[in-house]
């Protein structure tokens, strides 16, 4: 029998490092987290042969003592926390302690500091050696400077899985990119190989943070990105993110900050996903720069050695937060007459083609001139939906399938419209007519009352069965019509199906279902989730539940497939939007059947119809499948399809 034996200091710190210390990258993020967290403003970062060779990280942070030098090289030495209190709020990016003495024990290491107050500098050094720290005195400005040489010098084995410069390096650059973006008040400088690749001064508004954001992510990003700054119930979240129709193939554009820290959430991750489920295209992934600020008392940033991951003490809230604050700028997303002077419109500066720029709510619903030209919202151009018949069975709740697709139609009498569709009514003083507006516009509408002019303009052709082009202050639109009228069809059909409450129909034979025992105690312990959906759920048995009822929308589907799903998105996640989803996609199906067909000829009218009724729906940037609805052509673009002015 193997008998117990301490491990040394150095077998320790080696140990710790295939923890803390993956690649040239875990170290960088490791010091520059202790440069920001030393109240460094300005970072210089010098990176040889991917960081294999060197890293060297200097900083004007407030430096370290010469007395604690040696011990900033042991393990489980920090300044940052000292109680079991300031663990359980922890305040900094590091507090374990263990990074200096992780990185020491695999490389040589030298670290030179100029603490605030000191008259002297000083330098300690070291060889992935357990031997005593020496210090001496050396020459350097107020703050630190670390070097770090020959990564996994001593450790063979793990140098062989390190990937090639260029790939080291990319993951390097990942992580001062972050961290950049974490800190806009702070001057970041990279250079590789001696090649300068970023150089970011500090910045402190809003404009050159954005400059920061296009240098670090690209152009297309701002100009296609929405701000958002909300607050709630103690959560801040402010930042921005994409448009729907800026979307990726892959994940690779999502940045999340909790506190001024980088995380990976699952939670998180799940809220953003189902913000965007209404408008985005399948298979797509959003894009977003975000930072949640909270009390540090009500999230756990240690259950990570890396400290990618938290926990929040109450992720319902969180969840529920995010999802609502997104989902919400997302819905306001709609066209706007565009703001740009004659002169901005002939310059090369316009705005480029299908971006929708960043929105504000009008604060004055009331500028409505241009709709009292006797141009009204009413569907004119709406046919009724000619939906298969087992999707209207399963729209049980609404008040009746040709209620519904009356309302959808144009009607003389606009009493006869039904209340989901109430909206503002005015009177046109020269001709009496009766004009249905929304109840909230978009801040283009001044700008519209001024040029008489509406945000998507009016139309002029219809191409091909398919298009509507229209003329706007900017230049040219184009619509997509069925795509824009799909969209129009299914918020329409939301708003009637929510605001009901979720109807639920018994059934003839319960149906019985074998599940964990931990899933029984969910369903037990947590009802009100089930029945909000319009589900009666009980427990049968220690590992068994019976199905009583079922919401009407989804009767007709495989409801023991359902329920296990729904279970397996509540224990994964804690909360579950499936229910919402299945419903949303018998509604898009609907609304997709329901919508104008391409190679219809449509009336100016119609057409213009269609156009009132874009700019009062939400969301109607994008149909229900993610696909813009609409672009813009400025008429400096097309001058320059015609080549005019040269």
């Known amino acids: 029998m193997q008998r117990i034996n301490l491990l040394s200091p150095r077998l320790a710190n080696q140990i710790a490092a295939g923890e803390v210390v993956e690649r040239p990258a875990s170290v960088v993020k490791e010091l520059l987290e202790n440069s920001l967290d030393a109240g460094a403003t300005q970072l210089d970062i010098d990176i040889q042969q991917g960081g294999i060779r060197q890293i060297k990280i200097r900083d004007n942070g407030a430096g370290i003592v010469k007395e604690d030098l040696p011990l900033a090289l042991s393990r489980h030495a920090t300044s940052k926390i000292h109680t079991l209190d300031d663990l359980e709020a922890v305040g900094t990016l590091g507090f374990r302690g263990e990074a200096l003495a992780s990185i020491s024990s695999v490389s040589r290491l030298v670290l030179t500091s100029h603490a605030q107050g000191e008259e002297d500098a000083w330098q300690v050094e070291t060889e992935g050696k357990d031997m005593g720290a020496s210090v001496k005195p050396a020459a350097h400005p107020q703050g630190t400077c670390i070097e770090v040489r020959d990564l996994f010098f001593n450790t063979p084995a793990r140098r062989k899985f390190l990937k090639t410069e260029k790939t080291e390096f990319n993951h390097l650059s990942e992580v001062v990119k972050r961290l950049a973006l974490s800190r806009y008040d702070v001057a970041f400088n990279l250079s590789h190989d001696g090649r300068q690749i970023y150089s970011l001064r500090a910045v402190s508004d809003q404009l050159h943070a954005e400059h920061r954001l296009a240098t670090l992510l690209g152009k297309p990003f701002i100009e296609n990105a929405l701000t958002i700054d909300v607050e709630s119930a103690g959560l801040r979240l402010w930042g921005w993110i994409g448009l729907p129709t800026f979307s990726r193939s892959q994940a690779d554009l999502q940045y999340f900050f909790v506190n001024g820290r980088v995380v990976k959430d699952k939670l998180v991750a799940h809220a953003v996903r189902q913000a965007y489920r209404d408008v985005l295209y399948n298979g797509r992934h959003p894009t977003f720069v975000l930072y949640l600020e909270l009390d540090p008392a009500t999230v756990d940033v240690n259950v990570h050695p890396t400290k990618h991951e938290v926990r929040f003490r109450d992720g319902r809230l969180v969840h529920d937060f995010l999802f609502s604050k997104i989902h919400k700028v997302l819905a306001e997303v709609r066209p706007e007459a565009s703001n740009a002077t004659t002169e901005e419109l002939a310059s090369d500066v316009s705005p480029t083609i299908s971006v929708q720029p960043n929105l504000t709510l009008n604060n004055n619903p009331e500028n409505l001139s241009w709709m009292q030209k006797g141009y009204s919202s009413q569907s004119a151009y709406t046919d009724k939906p000619t939906a298969p018949e087992q999707i209207r069975e399963q729209l049980g709740t609404l008040q009746s399938m040709s209620e519904f697709a009356a309302g959808l139609d144009g009607h003389e009498d606009v009493s006869e419209r039904p209340a989901w569709l109430s909206a503002t009514e005015q009177i046109n003083p020269e001709t009496g007519e ?112 019976m199905v009583r009822e079922v919401p009407i929308i989804l009767s007709k589907g495989d409801i023991e497939g359902l329920v296990r799903d729904l279970i397996s998105d509540l224990v994964i996640n804690g909360v579950t939007d499936l229910l919402e989803s299945r419903a949303n996609e018998l509604m898009a199906t609907m609304a997709c059947h329901g919508s104008v067909r391409a190679n219809r000829k449509l009336t100016i009218a119609e057409m213009n119809s269609l156009l009132r009724d874009m700019e009062i729906t939400e969301r109607s940037g994008q149909c229900n499948h993610g696909r813009p609805t609409w672009t813009q052509l400025s008429l400096s673009e097309l001058d320059k399809l015609f080549l005019r002015g040269r």
């Open 434 to 545: 009766v004009i249905i507006s929304a109840s909230m516009y978009r801040s283009g509408v001044a700008e519209a009352e001024r040029s008489g002019m509406p945000p998507l303009g009016f139309a002029v052709a219809q191409l091909h069965g398919i298009f509507i082009l229209a003329e706007n202050q900017a230049g040219m639109v184009v619509v997509d019509m069925h795509a824009a009228h799909e969209r129009i069809l299914y918020e329409r059909m939301k708003s009637a199906f929510y605001s009901k409450d979720m109807a639920s129909q018994p059934l003839l034979v319960p149906i019985n279902i074998t599940v964990a025992q931990s899933e029984a105690d969910l369903i037990e312990e947590r009802p009100d989730i089930f029945t909000s959906f319009g589900f009666v759920i009980e427990r049968s048995g220690p590992e068994s539940v």
